[in-house]
Every structure is written in structure tokens, then in C-alpha cells.
């Protein structure tokens, strides 16, 4: 199983962003996924999951303005990241967990799979 994530670098406050998490090994169909991310001397937060029946849950700080969502086609989970803000800054990582019925997972722990991270900074 691998998780690829990609799309971060470096913008400005208000721009937008796209990650991507190329998932390969797995039936993507029968999983959940998560974004989490993860700022220097923080613990590693939720940002935005996905359930294998495309429920969506959103952390407060990012509701309306990230979109998570995936195509079983290509095989990639993305985070569509707009109006973004410097304490939007971190690195980043897709995560996922076999779930077949559809079931939420919000903690890290909770995730068997994970990506390497991309880094994402936002200057305000």
C-alpha cells in the first residue's frame, strides 16, 4: 500500500492550493481517508476526512474554505484549499483506513496508512 501526496508549496495569504494523494495497493471503494496536518512543536491534527460512502467532516478552522474529495477512477484523494491563511501552514499528510460500511474515522490513531506529507506555507 502507498500513499503519495503532492501539491504544496509556497503561497500567499488569501491564494489557493490543491493536494493530491495518489493511493495505490488498495480498493479505494471500501476506505476512508483523512488530511491531517502537522505545524513545528504541534501534535498532528485532523483537517478533513472522507468516507467510503463520500461523508465528508471538516475541522472548525477549515470549514468553507477546504473541500475534501476523492476519484476511484484515478486513484487520488485531493484537498482543494482556498482563502488560505498563514496558520493554514504545516506539512500535510493523507492517511487511510479500510472501512467498507461507510464508517467515520477522525483520530490518528484510527489510520492504518499513511503518506510522506507535503509541506504547505502560506506568508501572510
Known amino acids: 500500500v502507498q500513499l503519495q501526496a503532492s501539491g504544496g508549496g509556497l503561497v500567499q495569504s488569501g491564494e489557493s492550493l490543491r493536494l493530491s494523494c495518489a493511493i495505490s495497493?488498495?480498493?479505494?471503494?471500501?476506505?476512508?481517508f483523512g488530511w491531517f496536518r502537522q505545524a513545528p512543536e504541534k501534535v498532528r491534527e485532523g483537517v478533513a476526512s472522507?468516507?467510503?460512502?463520500?461523508?465528508?467532516v471538516y475541522a472548525e478552522s477549515v470549514k468553507g474554505r477546504f473541500t475534501i474529495s476523492r476519484d476511484l477512477a484515478r486513484n487520488i484523494v485531493y484537498l482543494q484549499m482556498n482563502n488560505l491563511e498563514p496558520e493554514d501552514t504545516a506539512v500535510y499528510y493523507c492517511?487511510?483506513?479500510?472501512?467498507?460500511?461507510?464508517?467515520?474515522?477522525?483520530?490518528?490513531?484510527?489510520?492504518?496508512?499513511w503518506g510522506q506529507g507535503t509541506q504547505v506555507t502560506v506568508s501572510s
Open positions: 492517511a487511510a483506513d479500510r472501512q467498507p460500511w461507510g464508517s467515520e474515522v477522525a483520530r490518528v490513531d484510527e489510520y492504518e496508512y
Open positions: 495497493g488498495i480498493n479505494m471503494a471500501y476506505y476512508a
Open positions: 472522507i468516507t467510503s460512502y463520500d461523508n465528508v
